[in-house]
């Protein structure tokens, strides 16, 4: 079976689609705040909640059923090390 032709749709469709649901998690968060400590939790679980589908739709692009835009967990960890470099030498940011 390849993805693009399953019901729940191309990859890229739904990393992006978990990308602006993380961003509208953080903005609500942001945008409102919040006057208790349990709408608090509520928005930290959503946001967590989020991210956790977020890293779901990236791994869908690690399976090889996924068709035409494969990504290998090697290519992930190098963007990422590019990243922590770019972080470093802006920043002075250190991984703990």
Do not use: N, W
């Amino acid at each position: 079976m390849d993805f693009t032709t399953a019901d729940m749709g191309d990859p890229l469709d739904i990393l992006a689609e978990e990308c602006g649901e993380v961003i509208q998690a953080i903005m609500k968060h942001r945008r409102f705040g919040h006057t208790s400590a349990q709408s608090a939790a509520e928005a930290r679980q959503r946001i967590v909640q989020e991210i956790g589908d977020l890293v779901v739709a990236v791994s869908l692009l690690q399976d090889p059923r996924c068709g035409a835009f494969l990504v290998t967990p090697e290519e992930i960890a190098t963007a990422a090390e590019r990243k922590y470099d770019k972080l470093r030498a802006l920043f002075g940011y250190r991984r703990p």
